[in-house]
């Protein structure tokens, strides 16, 4: 079925590092892909989107890729910083009704 | 433009207990979604609504769960009798007509004992 699968945390780096959180789909066609961040004690915000195939969302300094080949959008930061320290999921509306699915999230640590 | 709005932030009840969780979405959005989320997983879709009709409702436990949007702007869901299992935190997000993205509010943290 559909599905959204990406690593598991957690991830501890050291700020500055580079940070790569993978993300693959299950689907039929091309859905849209997001981000969402989820810092400590509040909801999801939404950090970036792609709606079709190549495109590259990006916000805060984060980017994702839209790859049809690999059906991947691996979130990527050049250089993390403490703040960045939260838990990340990426999503799909792979069900009836623009219904999202969730990836099981990822948490990221950063230390100074 | 306010976020959507989640009420209360915080709720401690006990078993078989009964509770409720109130969502004010963002204004003119049609859409709205009640998400439950275990700790450690990601959100799970209970209810969507399409204005106060109800879209999908699959996943809703309807034995203990409901929810209502009767005016198609505020919603609320309800657990009766709660259960240990329920300790999660509720997810309120709406999203515009023909949008896809969802917007989601600060959540509402269960604990049942």
């Known amino acids: 079925g559909n599905s959204v699968t990406q690593m598991e945390g957690p991830v501890t780096l050291s700020e500055e590092a580079f940070l790569t959180i993978n993300c693959t789909y299950t689907?039929?066609?091309?859905?849209?892909l997001f981000w969402y961040v989820q810092y400590p004690g509040e909801g999801l915000q939404l950090l970036l989107k792609a709606t079709k195939a190549d495109d590259k969302g990006s916000n805060k300094g984060f980017e994702a890729t839209y790859r049809k080949e690999t059906t991947s959008f691996h979130l990527e930061k050049g250089s993390v910083q403490v703040s960045d320290s939260a838990v990340y999921f990426c999503?799909?509306?792979?069900?009836?009704?623009?219904?999202?699915?969730f990836g099981g999230g990822t948490r990221l640590m950063v230390k100074p | 433009e306010a976020g959507v709005a989640q009420s209360p932030r915080y709720k401690i009840i006990e078993k078989r207990q009964s509770v409720a969780f109130w969502c004010n979405p963002i204004s003119g959005h049609a859409t709205l979604y009640w998400y439950q989320q275990i700790l450690g997983q990601g959100p799970k879709l209970l209810i969507q609504f399409q204005n106060n009709g109800v879209v999908d409702d699959s996943q809703l436990p309807k034995d203990r769960f409901s929810a209502e949007r009767l005016k198609g702007v505020d919603s609320t869901l309800k657990i009766q009798p709660a259960k240990l299992e329920d300790s999660a935190v509720y997810l309120c997000?709406?999203?515009?007509?023909?949008?896809?993205?969802?917007?989601f509010g600060p959540g509402t943290r269960l604990l049942v004992l």
């Open positions: 997000a709406s999203s515009p007509p023909g949008g896809e993205t969802q917007y």
């Open positions: 999503a799909s509306p792979l069900g009836a009704g623009n219904m999202l699915t």
């Open positions: 689907a039929t066609g091309y859905p849209s």
